[in-house]
């Protein structure tokens, strides 16, 4: 299993951005496929980005494509998300997740994967 530690999320202004790190740590995190989701109060966990083993491919939940770019640095075992554009509807905790099982396109909906970070809170003021 891999353990992963999710930073930089803070307050922002809408149109503002904010990048996302997620350290990891454990096994190598070339055997996963890493994503990122979010919760906002009283909603359910949706998924945002995902991307592969080799950082060759990636996937986007349709709100935040254009906006957001999903990246990962395999040697420094870290993820990032990069965020533009932000509006207030983005506000929610995002959480780091990998899985060995699944691909970018199915992550979104795959019921239980491996690991999950603690979550960081992004707040986008209007």
């Known amino acids: 299993q891999v353990q992963l530690v999710e930073s930089g999320g803070g307050l922002v202004q809408a149109g503002g951005s904010l990048r996302l790190s997620c350290a990891a740590s454990?096994?190598?995190?070339?055997?996963?496929?890493m994503g990122w989701f979010r919760q906002a109060p009283e909603k359910e966990r949706e998924f945002v980005a995902s991307?592969?083993?080799?950082?060759?491919?990636?996937y986007y939940a349709d709100s935040v494509k254009g906006r957001f770019t999903i990246s990962r640095d395999n040697a420094q075992k870290a993820v990032y998300l990069q965020m533009n554009s932000l509006e207030p509807d983005d506000t929610a905790v995002y959480y780091c997740?990998?899985?060995?099982?699944?691909?970018?396109?199915?992550?979104?909906?795959?019921?239980?994967?491996?690991?999950w970070g603690q979550g960081t809170q992004v707040t986008v003021s209007s």
């Open positions: 454990g096994r190598t995190l070339r055997a996963y496929t």
């Open positions: 997740a990998a899985d060995s099982r699944t691909t970018t396109q199915t992550m979104g909906v795959q019921p239980d994967l491996d690991s």
């Open positions: 991307i592969s083993r080799s950082g060759s491919n990636t």
